[in-house]
């Protein structure tokens, strides 16, 4: 018995010291609320209430069908300071096959339109089961997909994944990309 506190001491001091590890090679503490600002910057290495996946969990849970994978990267805008007249063509977004890009929800404060958008396409993608679970993702870097992860369980959702490496760890590994258009807003 005393054997294996000890060694549970062991791993719980192991575990926090590749936590500080971690934060001091520059991945930040995880933030109580939502990340507001500096949307390219380096992640934390968890999501509290969701589970963190690498490359190969992810790649097992697409082979597998077994989760919802979901884009949520921002779709770039028209520049502001374009001609009317001019011809403007979104940048290309390739990834995850099979995914669905909810754009534009990994903001820290999304509005009314935004929100239900987002509430609506998790509702369709998993066919209103909130059990279903899903995988967030977007760029390395990028904290869209840490925003609508943590999104998605304030709603209530119950097997959230969140895969920071995304679609460029995805490309890394050598897996198929897909050219992908968001969905609509409603």
Known sequence: MMRRLFTLLLSLAGLAALAESAVARGAPKEPA????????SPT?????????LTTAQAIELWKAKSAVFVDA?????????????????????KDIPGSVWLANVGF????APVQ????????????????????????????????AAKR???????????YPDGADGWEEAKQPLELREPEPLP
């Open 33 to 40: 609320g939502y990340r507001m600002d500096d949307y390219v």
């Open 44 to 52: 934390p290495k968890t999501l509290h209430g969701a589970t963190v």
């Open 73 to 93: 990267l921002v779709r770039q805008p028209r520049p502001e300071n374009l001609p009317r007249d001019a011809v403007w063509r979104d940048p290309p977004r």
């Open 108 to 111: 820290g404060e999304l509005p």
């Open 116 to 147: 239900k958008y987002f509430e609506q396409g998790l509702a369709r993608a998993t066919q209103n089961d909130k059990t279903k679970p899903l995988v967030f993702y977007c760029r390395r870097d990028c904290w869209m997909s840490w925003n």
């Open 152 to 162: 998605a369980i304030s709603l209530g959702y119950t097997s959230v994944n969140w």
